[in-house]
């Protein structure tokens, strides 16, 4: 079973509660469940009797973590609470145990049929959840769906890797040799995965125009938590923008979701949930010029609190406030 190789993780966490407050589905639904603790005292009982994997509750637990690895960033011995629970997924589904509703998605993931338009030596890739063409109009753009990652955090590894090698023909096809993209999900598989192609967050890509005023950013679990990066906090300050710290710690994830890709397909509620806390830990919602460097986020607030001022990193850097 993949869950074996982690093992440490098992025995670390399941009696551990020191990360509980950085759990972000503990913090909207009190459940010891949705902790590490958890979902380790699970996957523990699956590794004990393969039996137990037959309780749907445990299932779907396993399915509804958030993924936002503030645990792990945070744990002081960096016990990869995350990688485990991505292993129990692909065990499950495996065993053929995924609910009804994660197979329905996984198929509909699987059918993307990827296409570059445009021109331009740079190849911009639009993520489903993105709507920001504006900072990008210089450059050629792959679209068609997602590159994988979905696929690939729903524990279906086989049906990703055919998705994305598809991506990659059409990459290949495409001439370019630098992909620049927004999702911050898409750009964590695609920097390891692209062989021969220079992958950039938009980030790390777009110059920007000066700005001025205080901002308030919702800081990505990809960039942050899965790959320890400033940029999204580096562009905003060299652009001339003043910080102003969110919530109560810099430890949380306040992204709703955003590393779990699909989250809101398959737990609306949750995901509503989860934008209920933002709204209640904004000091000013409606006044507040809330920055996301995470397409999937915006879109989700924009559904669940259409009441905050959300907006996209891309777009302050290419529009301002
Ligand atoms: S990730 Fe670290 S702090 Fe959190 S439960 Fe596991 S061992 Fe404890």
């Given amino acids: 079973m993949y869950m074996e190789k982690y093992l440490d993780v098992i025995n670390a966490c399941?009696?551990?509660?020191?990360?509980?407050?950085?759990?972000?589905?503990?913090?909207?639904?009190?459940?010891?469940?949705?902790?590490?603790?958890?979902?380790?005292?699970?996957?523990?009982?699956?590794?004990?009797?393969?039996?137990?994997m037959n309780n749907s509750d445990y299932i779907q637990t396993i399915y509804e973590s958030p993924?936002?690895?503030a645990c792990r960033f945070h744990c002081v011995s960096h016990y990869d609470e995350a990688g485990l629970m991505l292993a129990g997924r692909k065990d499950i589904?495996?065993?053929?145990?995924?609910?009804?509703a994660v197979k329905t998605l996984a198929e509909e993931l699987k059918q993307a049929q990827f296409k570059v338009e445009g021109a331009g030596k740079v190849l911009y890739y639009r993520d489903p959840y993105s709507d920001n063409a504006d900072a990008f109009s210089g450059c050629k753009v792959i679209s068609g769906g997602d590159t994988g990652k979905a696929l690939?955090?729903?524990?279906?590894?086989?049906?990703a890797e055919a998705v994305f090698k598809r991506f990659k023909q059409a990459v290949a096809d495409s001439g370019c040799d630098t992909l620049v993209c927004s999702c911050p999900a898409s750009y964590d598989m695609l920097k390891n995965k692209l062989d021969g192609v220079k992958v950039l967050h938009s980030s790390e890509y777009i110059e920007g125009r000066k700005g001025s005023g205080q901002v308030y950013l919702l800081e990505s679990d990809y960039l942050?938590?899965?790959?320890?990066?400033t940029s999204a906090a580096d562009m905003l300050i060299r652009l001339g923008y003043e910080l102003k710290p969110f919530g109560t710690n810099r430890e949380e994830s306040y992204t709703a979701g955003e590393a779990a890709v699909v989250y809101d397909k398959l737990y609306p509620r949750?995901?509503?949930?989860?934008?209920?806390?933002?709204?209640?830990?904004?000091?000013?919602?409606?006044?507040d010029i809330l920055v996301t460097a995470s397409p999937y986020t915006k879109a989700v607030l924009k559904k669940y609190a259409p009441q905050l001022k959300v907006m996209l990193l891309d777009e302050i850097a290419v529009k301002g406030v």
């Fill in 152 to 159: 690939e955090v729903l524990g279906f590894s086989a049906d």
């Fill in 93 to 100: 589904v495996e065993a053929g145990l995924a609910p009804e």
């Fill in 270 to 287: 949750l995901a509503e949930k989860l934008c209920e806390r933002i709204v209640e830990l904004a000091d000013d919602p409606g006044k």
């Fill in 14 to 52: 399941r009696f551990c509660f020191m990360c509980r407050h950085l759990s972000p589905l503990g913090n909207v639904t009190f459940k010891e469940a949705d902790t590490p603790r958890g979902r380790a005292l699970i996957m523990d009982r699956f590794r004990l009797d393969r039996a137990n």
């Fill in 224 to 229: 942050k938590n899965y790959n320890n990066m």
């Fill in 67 to 69: 993924l936002s690895a």
